[in-house]
């Protein structure tokens, strides 16, 4: 069975569960129907967590954020990837990407925080600017990113204008599908 849009699985169940004078509907047709119905309802998510601190070297480029925990199995289409900071995603689906955590900010430092889609930056991002003193910042974007395709690969990467380290701790992201209309 593979997930459909919410469009598919209405054609298919105008095509098998036409009216059925004749005997047409069968219980395989029903028991297709229902996998499918249930494989496209059926929660999808993955992501990480920081527990502790982790630190980027974001000094002028973006570089993805290395979360330090996996909270879970990936649950398919997803797959996660610790080491590179990524979540992969093998079928067709919207994504709602939920990112919340806290970090720091010195003085004169601006740091942006982005969304990536196969190494290319999204719309979505959360700017910081250092004021007077070191404070702590809370970091919040909620995203859906549509109509990805097969194989896409996300990272939450961090850019410091300055020379500081970038600090994240106590957060997590988290990746889910969204089911398609058409």
Sequence with gaps: MTR???????????????????????????????KDFLETIQPAYAGFQVLGTVTVAANGTFKPILWDTVPGAAQPPFSTNLGQGSVSN?????????IAFTTTCANGNNLTFAIFKNGTQTVWEQIISGNNQITNWAVSIVAVIPSTAPGDVFTVRVKNSQTNDVSITNGEWMVEQVPLRG
């Excluded at 093998?90 to 939920?98: F, G, K, L, V, W």
Aim: glycine share 2%.
């Design 90 to 98: 093998a079928d067709i689906c919207n994504t709602r990407h939920t």
């Design 4 to 34: 459909k849009s919410i469009a598919a699985l209405i054609a298919q169940s105008d095509s098998v569960l036409a009216d059925n004078t004749t005997g047409l509907i069968t219980p395989v047709l029903l028991r297709t129907l229902m």
